[in-house]
């Protein structure tokens, strides 16, 4: 099984770099709400009880809230980011997943992948549609359904 442990050190350079990757910030999301906070400061002056309340929250997400990165996703491999010691990954063959999916939990949601030797590996997560369409991607048709919709744990 080539599916292994390994120090985020060694993982190659250029996939560091140019991999997709899920992140625990959605940058694009926050750089919308400032956008609209400023125009609504600008253009609705009488908005400004909501207005800078936004501004200032979405500022405060950008700037001081810690990010990382939780999946990032190579041509034949993928990375996952969940282990105490943040100087490990878990690097996933998608030859070797034989199924995977998304489970609800109270704090957190999860992303499972169940691996061709039995083992299962998670990761957690904060939205299901990017990380959906990135598995279907790489690993299409490997989608276990669950029948009974969300699951609270």
């Known amino acids: 099984m080539k599916s292994q442990y390994i120090k985020i050190r060694n993982v190659p350079e250029e996939v560091r770099r140019n991999a997709a ?9 926050l750089f919308v709400f400032l956008a609209i906070g400023i125009a609504l ?5 009488y908005m ?5 309340p936004m501004v200032i929250l979405t500022v405060f997400a950008i700037t001081v809230m810690p990010d990382r990165i939780l999946v990032q996703f190579a041509s034949e491999y993928m990375l996952m980011y969940n282990h105490s010691d943040r100087t490990e ?3 996933i063959y998608y030859d070797e997943i034989v199924s995977w999916h998304y489970e609800y939990h ?11 030797n039995g083992n299962s590996e998670s990761v957690e ?9 990135m598995m279907n991607l790489y690993a299409p048709g490997k989608e276990m359904k669950r029948s009974s919709g969300r699951r609270k744990a």
Do not use: H, Y
């Open 125 to 133: 997560m904060f939205s299901r549609i990017r990380i959906r369409n």
């Open 21 to 29: 990757s899920i992140r625990v910030k959605p940058w694009w999301l």
């Open 106 to 116: 109270r704090s957190c949601d999860q992303l499972v992948v169940e691996l061709v």
């Open 48 to 52: 400004f009880g909501i207005a800078l």
């Open 41 to 45: 400061l600008i253009w609705k002056p």
């Open 89 to 91: 990954c878990t690097m």
